[in-house]
């Protein structure tokens, strides 16, 4: 079962007690209206924090959900949903909404996709991509186990090539899906500088020439059944973060995880600085448009 974690106006009693109530799966904490004096509010936080991973221990929760305003005010001893689920099986709506944004179609296209481990979440949606893109590019540095996954999807007639050349491998490529590659062996290849990186690991991307796109996450919008499902389930909906809303409904349910292409709008996509601005997606697809046409004029040319 997932838990809530809510702030709540509590009479002075409960507050300077610090507190804590449990109400089904909602933990409810006392809203604490922060002073100047930064020692008090670490030490009123700290106390809480304290508490509230006494009662995860005791009740055994392993999942949690916790309102936006104190997300990253407390340390807590258990996993907090982020919406990763959602990001991570939600890369072709991802790929489609990029290309909207910059003008391209993805039979036009290649996507090359950064993978050491066979999962299968990313095969199911490596099929559906295969079928639209022009060429599916499978870049690792474990080949004995992703040359069987190459395999599986030659046979689906999808064409697919692969890769460890850390020179040449995503030199080239404009849209780049990092499954599994860490921080250290991603920024080992030599990235296009204006590449797109749908990043599921959320790494940074260390070079320095590097000018494109790092995705972290996605803003979502559920559709109204969606929507319908989560009010019926959780009492409480405010200062929640919807995708993760969402992820809580479906995270001990695998069978639902094939609704959330169904389920979810993209609205917007997540930089390491928040959410990404305009200027940016027309600065790639200039850019963009500015190395085809200097390709075209020497091709012409020779």
Known sequence: MVYYIIEENMNIINKLMKRIKIEDNFIKIPYWKETKNEKINDFYYRRIETKINKKIKKLNIDNVVMQQRIKNIYNLQVNKLNGDIIFKNSIQKTLKFILKKLDNKP???????????????????????????????????????????????ENDLITTTISNNKRKALRRAELII??????????????????????????????????????????????????????????????????????????DEKEKWIKIGQDVNI???????????????TRIKNMCKSKKSIAKEEKISI
Do not use: W
Request: glycine share 4%; hydrophobic share 40%.
């Open 107 to 153: 039979e036009d296209m290649d996507v090359y996709v950064c993978i050491n481990e066979k999962k299968q979440y990313i095969y199911n949606q490596l099929i559906d991509l295969g079928n639209i893109f022009r060429t599916v590019n499978l870049v690792t540095n474990n080949i004995k186990e992703i040359k069987e996954f190459e395999k599986v999807l």
């Open 178 to 251: 990092n499954v599994d590659f860490e921080e250290n062996e991603l920024n080992e290849y030599l990235l296009n500088r204006n590449a797109i990186i749908i990043n599921l690991p959320k790494i940074k991307i260390n070079q320095k020439s590097f000018q494109g796109i790092n995705i972290i996450g996605i803003k979502i919008l559920l559709n109204e059944s969606a929507k319908y499902r989560i009010r019926e389930d959780i009492k409480y909906l405010c200062n929640f973060e919807e995708i993760e809303l969402y992820e809580s409904e479906i995270i």
């Open 267 to 281: 609205l917007n996509l997540i930089g390491q600085k928040g959410a990404i601005r305009e200027e940016e997606y």
